[in-house]
C-alpha cells in the first residue's frame, strides 16, 4: 500500500476506530487511490487525504416534539456538511433508530464522490436523526419534522447546503419539512430536494435511483455483450430504492424474483409483475405495511422471516436496494455458485467489503454504489437546475437527462480503472474518478 494512504488509514482508524461504517467507507475509497497517489505527488503535498477524511462542519442538536398521546419525546439530530469543493453541500437526511454520527459520517464521506461523478456542481454531506417513523402517525411525523426543521433551517440554503430523503425520508417527510422550511424563512427557496411535482419537485425524482441502478447495470453488462432482457434478477429492500429498481428492471424484460424488508424476505418464483409491484407500492408507500403481506395476496410466494434474499433462490443479477453491509461474503458464495454474474448496488454500501473483493476475484461484474445509485442524487441535481430557472421538465427530458449521466458515469468509472490497468474495477474507478475532481478543486481553492 502506498506510504501516504496507509499513515492516514492507521491514523483515521486510531482517531474514530468506534464509527465502524465509516472507518469501512474510508478504507474502501483510499484503499482505491493507491495508484493514483503512486503517481501524483500534489495530493500529499496538499495534505488532501487528511483534510478530505474529517467534515467540514458537523451539526448535533435535540429534537423535541409531542407524541399522539400529549407525551414529550426527543430524539437527537445530525446534519454532517463534509466537504463543499465543487457546490453547496447535497445529500439526503436518514430516519432510523440505528441513525448516529459514525453511520451519517460514512454515508456523508460516500455523497463526496458519487456528487461529484455525477458532473453537477454539488458537494457532500448527510443528515437525520435517530427517530424511527414506523408505527407513527402523520401528524406525529409531522410535529417531529416540523421540530427538526426548526433547528436545521438555519444551517442550510439554496447555495449552502440541500437535503433530499434517504431512509425514512420520502415525499411525506420532504413536505412536512419544507412546509416549516417556508413558514420559517418566508421564502420559496430551492432548499430540500424530492419535493411534490406541484410543489416544485422534479418529475422522475421517485424513480430517478431505482432507474439509475438499473441502466448502470445494463451499461455494465454491455460491457460483456449481455443484455438485461430475460434474466433473473433479485431486489433487496422494497422502500424507494427497491420498488424502481424492480420496475425498472421488469419493463427491460428481467424476470424479478424477489423484496424484502428488515423482518425477512418474499421470494416469487413466477416473477412480480406490473400489478404485483403497484399491490407492494400501496402495501408499503400508502398503508405502510409489511413485505410478507405479500403472500397473504400471492400465495404461490413463500415468506422467510429474518432472512435476506441472496441465499434464498438463484439468480444472475443482484440488486441490494436496502442497506449497508446486508450482502456478506457467505452470501457472495452462494450467488456466485447459483451462476449470479453482475452485483449493481442500488443502497450505499451493502456489500461487505470482503464480499466486495470475493465478487470482484470470481469475475463478477461489481458496481458500488456510489456509481450506481448516483441517479438519485443526480435527478436532485436537475430538480435544483429547474427550481433556479423556474422551469419544469418533462418526464421524457428528465429520465433522458438521467439515462445520459448513468453512461456517463459508468464511462467516468470505466476509463478511470482502465487508466491504471483494471477496467473491470468499477469500485477503483469510481472512487478515483470521483476522488480526482474533487481534490483538484480543494487544491485550487486553498488552504
Ligand atoms: P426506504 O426507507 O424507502 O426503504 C428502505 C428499505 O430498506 C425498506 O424496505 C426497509 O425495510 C429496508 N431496510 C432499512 N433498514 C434496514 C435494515 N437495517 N435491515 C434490513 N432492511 C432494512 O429507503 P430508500 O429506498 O430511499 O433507501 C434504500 C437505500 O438506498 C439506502 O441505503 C439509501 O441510503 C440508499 N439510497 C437512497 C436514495 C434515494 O434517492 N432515496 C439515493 C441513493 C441511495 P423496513 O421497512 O423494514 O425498514
Ligand atoms: O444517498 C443518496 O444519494 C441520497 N439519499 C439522495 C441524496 C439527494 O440529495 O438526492
Known amino acids: 500500500?502506498?506510504?501516504?494512504?496507509?499513515?492516514?488509514?492507521?491514523?483515521?482508524?486510531?482517531?474514530?476506530?468506534?464509527?465502524?461504517e465509516f472507518i469501512q467507507s474510508v478504507s474502501e475509497v483510499l484503499g482505491s487511490l493507491n495508484p493514483l497517489l503512486d503517481s501524483e505527488s500534489k495530493y500529499e503535498q496538499n495534505c488532501i487525504l487528511e483534510r478530505i477524511v474529517i467534515p467540514e462542519r458537523v451539526i448535533i442538536f435535540q429534537v423535541p416534539w409531542i407524541d399522539a398521546k400529549g407525551d414529550i419525546q426527543v430524539n437527537v439530530g445530525y446534519?454532517?456538511?463534509?466537504?463543499?469543493?465543487?457546490?453547496?453541500?447535497?445529500?439526503?437526511?436518514?430516519?432510523?433508530?440505528?441513525?448516529?454520527?459514525?453511520?451519517?459520517?460514512?454515508?456523508?464521506?460516500?455523497?463526496?464522490?458519487?456528487?461529484?461523478?455525477?458532473?453537477?456542481?454539488?458537494?457532500?454531506?448527510?443528515?437525520?436523526?435517530?427517530?424511527?417513523?414506523?408505527?407513527?402517525?402523520?401528524?406525529?411525523?409531522?410535529?417531529?419534522?416540523?421540530?427538526?426543521?426548526?433547528?436545521?433551517?438555519r444551517h442550510i440554503g439554496p447555495s449552502t447546503d440541500v437535503p433530499a430523503g434517504d431512509i425514512g425520508v420520502g415525499g411525506r417527510e420532504i413536505g412536512y419539512l419544507f412546509g416549516q422550511y417556508k413558514k420559517i424563512v418566508n421564502s420559496y427557496d430551492s432548499v430540500l430536494t424530492g419535493k411534490g411535482t406541484n410543489w416544485g419537485g422534479s418529475q422522475v425524482r421517485p424513480q430517478a435511483t431505482g432507474y439509475g441502478c438499473?441502466?448502470?447495470?445494463?451499461?455494465?453488462?454491455?460491457?460483456?455483450?449481455?443484455?438485461?432482457?430475460?434474466k433473473t434478477v433479485m431486489v433487496s429492500g422494497s422502500g424507494n430504492v427497491a420498488q424502481y429498481a424492480a420496475e425498472k428492471a421488469m419493463q427491460l424484460g428481467a424476470k424479478v424474483i424477489s423484496l424484502s424488508d428488515s423482518n425477512g424476505s418474499i421470494i416469487d418464483p413466477h416473477g412480480i409483475d406490473a400489478e404485483k409491484l403497484a399491490f407492494i407500492m400501496e402495501l408499503k408507500n400508502v398503508r405502510r405495511g409489511r413485505i410478507?403481506?405479500?403472500?397473504?395476496?400471492?400465495?404461490?410466494?413463500?415468506?422467510?422471516?429474518?432472512?435476506?434474499?441472496?441465499?434464498?433462490?438463484?439468480?444472475?443479477?443482484?440488486?441490494?436496494?436496502?442497506?449497508?453491509?446486508e450482502l456478506d461474503l457467505d452470501d457472495a458464495k452462494v450467488l456466485v455458485a447459483n451462476g449470479c454474474f453482475a452485483v449493481c448496488e442500488g443502497a450505499n454500501m451493502p456489500t461487505t467489503l470482503e464480499a466486495t473483493q470475493f465478487l470482484q476475484s470470481n469475475d463478477v461484474l461489481f458496481s458500488p454504489g456510489k456509481a450506481s445509485n448516483a441517479g438519485g442524487v443526480a435527478t436532485s441535481g436537475l430538480e435544483m437546475s429547474q427550481n433556479a430557472i423556474r422551469l419544469g421538465w418533462s418526464s421524457q427530458e428528465v429520465d433522458e437527462r438521467l439515462h445520459g449521466i448513468m453512461v456517463n458515469i459508468h464511462n467516468a468509472a470505466r476509463n478511470a480503472a482502465a487508466e491504471f490497468g483494471k477496467p473491470d474495477d468499477y469500485v477503483m474507478g469510481a472512487n478515483i474518478a470521483g476522488f480526482r475532481k474533487v481534490a483538484d478543486a480543494m487544491i485550487d481553492l486553498g488552504i
Not at 1 to 13: E, G, I
Not at 94 to 111: A, D, Y
Not at 298 to 314: F, G, I, S, V
Open 292 to 325: 410478507k403481506e405479500y403472500v397473504e395476496k400471492y400465495p404461490t410466494a413463500t415468506y422467510y422471516e429474518n432472512q435476506r434474499p441472496w441465499r434464498l433462490a438463484k439468480c444472475h443479477i443482484a440488486l441490494p436496494c436496502a442497506t449497508q453491509n
Open 79 to 153: 446534519r454532517v456538511q463534509f466537504n463543499s469543493a465543487i457546490g453547496p453541500y447535497k445529500g439526503g437526511l436518514r430516519f432510523h433508530p440505528s441513525v448516529n454520527l459514525g453511520i451519517l459520517k460514512f454515508l456523508g464521506f460516500e455523497q463526496i464522490f458519487k456528487n461529484s461523478l455525477t458532473t453537477l456542481p454539488m458537494g457532500g454531506g448527510k443528515g437525520g436523526a435517530n427517530f424511527d417513523p414506523k408505527g407513527k402517525s402523520d401528524r406525529e411525523v409531522m410535529s417531529f419534522c416540523q421540530s427538526f426543521m426548526r433547528e436545521l433551517f
Open 214 to 230: 438499473v441502466y448502470f447495470a445494463c451499461e455494465m453488462l454491455k460491457t460483456r455483450k449481455l443484455d438485461i432482457a430475460g
Open 1 to 20: 500500500m502506498n506510504s501516504y494512504v496507509q499513515r492516514v488509514l492507521d491514523d483515521t482508524k486510531q482517531k474514530y476506530g468506534h464509527e465502524k
